[in-house]
């Protein structure tokens, strides 16, 4: 399997969120994954993987990006209760 890292950004001062592109029997993918501080005696100070993430078919990409849109949009909207919410149809 090969990975390409696209980008990458701090969660906190302990995990990092990467994003990467991977292949993986012919098919291509895009991995968002956390990635933390490794607890390897051995190699101290490395950063593994963790299960908390996303793997999805670059296919889905399109789909993802527009359901992150209108996830940055309600960060414009005024807060509403938990009453008020509802499922958004993607």
């Given at each position: 399997?090969?990975?390409?890292?696209?980008?990458?950004?701090?969660?906190?001062?302990?995990?990092?969120?990467?994003?990467?592109?991977?292949?993986f029997?012919?098919?291509?993918?895009?991995?968002?994954?956390?990635?933390?501080?490794?607890?390897?005696?051995?190699?101290?100070?490395?950063e593994?993987?963790?299960?908390?993430?996303?793997?999805?078919?670059?296919?889905?990409?399109?789909?993802?990006?527009?359901?992150?849109?209108k996830?940055?949009?309600?960060?414009?909207?005024?807060?509403?209760?938990?009453?008020?919410?509802?499922?958004?149809?993607?």
């Open positions: 399997m090969n990975n390409r890292l696209i980008a990458q950004f701090n969660k906190n001062s302990v995990e990092v969120i990467k994003v990467s592109e991977s292949i029997k012919g098919k291509r993918y895009i991995d968002i994954r956390i990635w933390a501080q490794g607890e390897n005696p051995a190699e101290p100070g490395t593994q993987p963790t299960k908390k993430g996303l793997c999805l078919s670059i296919d889905l990409l399109p789909e993802l990006i527009q359901a992150l849109k996830a940055a949009d309600l960060g414009t909207e005024d807060l509403k209760s938990d009453e008020e919410l509802e499922p958004m149809p993607f």
